[in-house]
């Protein structure tokens, strides 16, 4: 069974920083594309990046872009989001996301059948 | 602004059928797959349709997916209160290379 677990979430003050962590369990970790996804407070999804299952391919919302880094440890089959220059509208819960590898393209970032419980994300002073 | 384009609200009776249109471009829907998911408060999405059309295992053929051009739909057949609920489109958008969502339509049973 397909397991993500994220981690990392908390209380920021803006400018701050946080590194927030996904782990998978039940599936051959290296050979899935991965994704964050976030929904703020009474918001809709927004797709925040994504990572290529070798890791050699990352993508970025422009809302993030610059100040987040996706990345992943596939010895430890882990996903990371390290999130600098926090602002209040990154307040958000935030999921990591997969789908089965039997895709192409921009495909395999999107479809995503597998997600974790989310880690809230909340910057404030 | 959401890339994709959904009503926001859509309703009909138990036992019907509602339809919800994602509208896009062709940098997105027109060149990569759709898929759709449903939010219900406190609960992780749960992906509905993958690929335009394709549902996932458990998912039952109540739900069903469909793409044409710039846009695409959603269809709910056998409305059950239980749908009520969030939904959302998202696919690919190669001209932006980000991933894009609409939205979201909440559906209202009734």
């Known amino acids: 069974e397909v397991q993500l677990l994220e981690s990392g979430g908390g209380v920021v003050q803006p400018g701050g920083s946080l590194k927030l962590s996904c782990a998978g369990s039940g599936f051959t970790f290296g050979n899935y594309a991965m994704n964050w996804v976030r929904q703020a407070p009474g918001k809709g999804l927004e797709w925040v990046s994504s990572?290529?299952?070798?890791?050699?391919?990352?993508y970025y919302a422009d809302s993030v872009k610059g100040r987040f880094t996706i990345s992943r440890d596939n010895s430890r089959d882990t996903l990371h989001l390290q999130m600098d220059f926090l602002r209040a509208e990154d307040t958000a819960l935030y999921y990591c996301?997969?789908?089965?590898?039997?895709?192409?393209?921009?495909?395999?970032?999107?479809?995503?059948?597998?997600w974790g419980q989310g880690t809230l994300v909340t910057v404030s002073s | 602004q959401s890339v994709l384009t959904q009503p926001p609200s859509v309703s009909a009776a138990p036992g019907q059928k509602v339809t919800i249109s994602c509208f896009g471009s062709?940098?997105?829907?027109?060149?990569?797959?759709v898929s759709w998911y449903q939010r219900l408060p406190g609960t992780a999405p749960k992906l509905l349709i993958f690929d335009n059309i394709k549902r996932p295992s458990g998912i039952p053929d109540r739900f069903s997916g469909s793409q044409s051009g710039t846009s695409a739909t959603l269809g709910i057949t056998g409305l059950q209160t239980g749908d009520e609920a969030d939904y959302f489109c998202g696919t690919w958008d190669s001209g932006l290379n980000t991933g894009v969502f609409g939205g979201g339509t909440k559906v209202t049973v009734l």
């Open positions: 996301a997969t789908r089965n590898p039997d895709c192409s393209g921009g495909s395999c970032y999107t479809g995503s059948e597998f």
């Open positions: 062709s940098s997105n829907i027109g060149s990569n797959y």
């Open positions: 990572i290529s299952y070798t890791g050699t391919g990352t």
